[in-house]
Nanobody, 123 residues
C-alpha cells in the first residue's frame, strides 16, 4: 500500500508565505507525477501545480508567478512554496502522486491522494 501525508498548512495574512510538504511512502517502485490541487468551499477541486519525475512543471493560471513546486526524489517528497498569498488562495490543499508500485508485477500507474491540509489567508 502507499501512504501520502501532507503538512505545512495554517493561517497566514495576505501577502505572506507558506510552504507545504507531501511525503509518499510504502510500496513504491517509482513516482512519476506529483502535484497539488485545492478545493475551496462550494467550488470544484482545481489544479495548483504538478511536477514530473524529470522536473517539468505546470501551474494553474491563478498561482503562476507566486507559487513554486519542487520535489526531492530521494525523499519521495514534493513541496509547494506559496508566496504573495491572497484570501482567494484559501482552500484545502491536496497532494496527488502517481506511482508504480513495488508490490505488483506490473508497470501500471496508481494514483493516490493525501487527506488534505487547510490553508487560510486572512485579509
Amino acid at each position: 500500500q502507499v501512504q501520502v501525508v501532507e503538512s505545512g498548512g495554517g493561517l497566514v495574512q495576505a501577502g505572506g508565505s507558506l510552504r507545504l510538504s507531501c511525503a509518499a511512502s510504502g510500496s513504491i517502485f517509482s513516482i512519476n507525477g506529483m502535484g497539488w490541487y485545492r478545493q475551496a468551499p462550494g467550488k470544484q477541486r482545481e489544479l495548483v501545480a504538478t511536477i514530473t519525475s524529470g522536473g517539468s512543471t505546470k501551474y494553474g493560471d491563478s498561482v503562476k508567478g507566486r507559487f513554486t513546486i519542487s520535489r526531492d526524489n530521494a525523499k519521495n517528497t514534493v513541496y509547494l512554496q506559496m508566496s504573495s498569498l491572497k484570501p482567494e488562495d484559501t482552500a484545502v490543499y491536496y497532494c496527488n502522486v502517481v506511482v508504480v508500485r513495488s508490490d505488483t508485477w506490473s508497470a501500471r500507474e496508481y494514483e493516490y491522494w493525501g487527506q488534505g491540509t487547510q490553508v487560510t489567508v486572512s485579509s
